[in-house]
Nanobody, 120 residues
C-alpha cells in the first residue's frame, strides 16, 4: 500500500512564506505526475500546481508567480514553495500522485492534507 504524507503547513502572517512537502512511501515502481490541490472552507478542492516526472510544471492562474512546485525523484517527494502568502491562501493543501504499483497498475493517490492558515 502506498501512502502520501504532507507536512509543512501551519499558521503564518500575510506576506510570509511556507514550504510544503509530500513524501510517498510503500511498495511501488515509480511515480508519474504529482500535484498540489487546495480546499478552502466552503469551497471545492482546486488544482494549484502539477509537475511531471521530468520536472515540467504548470500552475493555476490564481497562484502563478507565488507558488513553485518541485520534486526530488530520488526521495519520492514533491514540494510546494508558497511565497507572499495571502489570507485567501488559507486552505487545506493536498498532495496527489499517479503511482505505478508493483503490478504495473496506475493508481491515483491522495495525502491526508496539511492546513495552511494565513492571518491578516
Amino acid at each position: 500500500q502506498v501512502h502520501l504524507v504532507e507536512s509543512g503547513g501551519g499558521l503564518v502572517q500575510t506576506g510570509e512564506s511556507l514550504r510544503l512537502s509530500c513524501a510517498a512511501s510503500g511498495a511501488f515502481l515509480t511515480i508519474n505526475n504529482m500535484a498540489w490541490y487546495r480546499q478552502a472552507p466552503g469551497n471545492q478542492r482546486e488544482l494549484a500546481a502539477t509537475i511531471t516526472r521530468g520536472g515540467s510544471a504548470n500552475y493555476a492562474d490564481s497562484v502563478k508567480g507565488r507558488f513553485t512546485i518541485s520534486r526530488d525523484n530520488a526521495k519520492d517527494t514533491v514540494y510546494l514553495q508558497i511565497d507572499s502568502l495571502k489570507p485567501e491562501d488559507t486552505a487545506v493543501y493536498y498532495c496527489n500522485a499517479d503511482i505505478v504499483g508493483q503490478n504495473w497498475r496506475l493508481v491515483n493517490s491522495w495525502g491526508q492534507g496539511t492546513q495552511v492558515t494565513v492571518s491578516s
